[in-house]
């Protein structure tokens, strides 16, 4: 065969795979970015509820009734002891959050924790419906209880 063929059957028989490479990257790409903007836009807070400030003041009477109300909704996944173990989280999708872990904790603001607690997000419901903005403020700080001495 003559150098011109030789050349030429190189260049076409590259030509395949660089295609296929690009398209796999694109792939890729597209994959990763949905998966980034759909915890982003999943979990993440708005500006405006990441910025809310509690107007409840903190009394013995709220902590009591945050306690109870933490029983009846709470604790079934997020464990007695906030530690995420309770009886229905082995079964959920995503396994709920260690309150006790104060570095994490430490990454959300009240506002956050309280729009997250009236939201939901699957598999956890949303509580706006189900329990009163005072009650789930003062559920936000005793969320915060679990990883207060640590
Ligand atoms: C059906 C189970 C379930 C119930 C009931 C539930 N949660 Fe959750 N919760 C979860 C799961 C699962 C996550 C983690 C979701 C994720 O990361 O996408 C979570 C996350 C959270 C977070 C976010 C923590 C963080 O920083 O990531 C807070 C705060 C929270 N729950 C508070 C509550 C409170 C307060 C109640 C009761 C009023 C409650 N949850 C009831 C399952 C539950």
Not at 31 to 38: H, L, P, Q, W
Not at 117 to 138: C, L, N, V, Y
Request: neutral net charge.
């Amino acid at each position: 065969m003559t150098f011109d063929e030789s050349v030429g059957g190189k260049t076409k028989a590259g030509s395949k795979p660089k295609v296929l490479g690009i398209f796999v990257v694109f792939i890729v790409v597209a994959i990763a970015g949905s998966i980034v903007v759909y915890s982003l836009s999943g979990w993440s807070a708005p500006a405006a509820a990441r910025n809310l400030k509690d107007p409840f003041p903190s009394t013995p009477g709220a902590v009591a009734s945050a306690r109870n109300d933490y029983a009846a909704h709470c604790q079934s996944c997020h464990g007695s002891n906030g530690d995420g173990r309770g009886e229905r989280a082995e079964r959920l999708s995503i396994a709920p959050a260690d309150f006790g872990d104060a570095h994490a904790m430490g990454l959300r603001t009240d506002g956050e924790l309280f729009w997250i607690i009236t939201e939901g997000h699957k598999p956890m419901p949303a509580f706006r419906g189900t329990m009163s903005a005072e009650q789930r403020w003062d559920l936000v700080e005793y969320v915060r209880g679990f990883s207060a001495h640590k």
